[in-house]
Each structure stands twice: as C-alpha cells, then as structure tokens.
C-alpha cells in the first residue's frame, strides 16, 4: 500500500510543479505592451497599439552608443527562449537592413541583450 501511495506522490509532484513554473512563466498578451518605455539613463521606446514605436537614445548593443531609430514591431513568441518584440527598423537605421530583438521580462519591462550569454545592455520599464 504504501508503494502505491509514493507512486501517486511521484506524478503528481511533477505535475504541480510545472502547473507553478507555467503559470510563472506565461507569454504577454501583445495587447498589453503598447505604452511608452524609459530606462534609468534616458532611454525611451513608444510601442503604439497600431504597430509602429519610436527609440531614443537606446543603446541596444554592448559597448554600443545610444541611438535614435524607428519603423514597426511585431510580438515572437518562440517558445523556445525569451519572448520578444521584433523591432523592424525603418530606412537603414542603425547601419543595417532589418531589425533588433527586444526582449520581454513582463508587460512593465523591456531590455536589450545582444549576446544572450551577456549582460542586459538596457532595460527600459513603463512609464505612467
């Protein structure tokens, strides 16, 4: 009897354990992330509900300088890795056709992380 018991015990330990870690981890609706974002050294990103954002003075890169972009983005959900937001930069900015990851921590916080065994190079929280 007391096998059967420790049996019951070991499924559904890891059943709850996961139900916990899912509900923890859950995607961001995309809907809730248009906002404006600022970091503590001045940073700023607007995501609007129809689509487009506007950077200032986001560093998006490691050792990089701040830099002033825009065009459209796009929410990822790979479920592979992080969430992110898909920033397609508009008319070459940033030196390069194409675009940059914009990671989602939850529906408050952003960052930039280029190198994803690297430091966050900017994390941007919402304002308002």
């Known amino acids: 009897m007391r096998t059967r018991a420790g049996g019951r ?5 890891p059943a709850a354990c996961a139900a916990l870690v899912s509900g923890c981890s859950g ?3 995309p809907e809730a992330l248009p906002g404006v974002y600022r970091s503590d050294d001045g940073g700023r990103i ?3 509900a129809e689509g487009t954002f506007a950077a200032t003075g986001v560093t998006t890169s490691e ?8 065009g459209s983005w796009e929410y990822e959900d790979p479920g592979t890795s ?5 920033l397609s930069v508009e008319d070459g900015g940033l030196g390069m056709t194409g675009g940059v990851q914009l990671y989602v921590e939850d529906r408050d916080t952003l960052y930039f992380q ?4 690297g430091p966050v190079t900017q994390e941007l929280h ?3």
Not at 63 to 70: C, I, K, L, M
Not at 82 to 86: E, G, R, S
Not at 114 to 117: A, H, M, N, T
Request: glycine share 10%; charged share 20%.
């Open 126 to 128: 919402r304002t308002g």
């Open 114 to 117: 280029s190198d994803p065994d």
């Open 46 to 48: 607007e995501l609007s």
């Open 27 to 29: 995607a961001v609706a």
């Open 82 to 86: 992080n969430d992110f937001v898909y």
């Open 9 to 13: 015990w070991f499924v559904a330990m």
């Open 63 to 70: 050792g990089a300088g701040p830099v002033d972009f825009s």
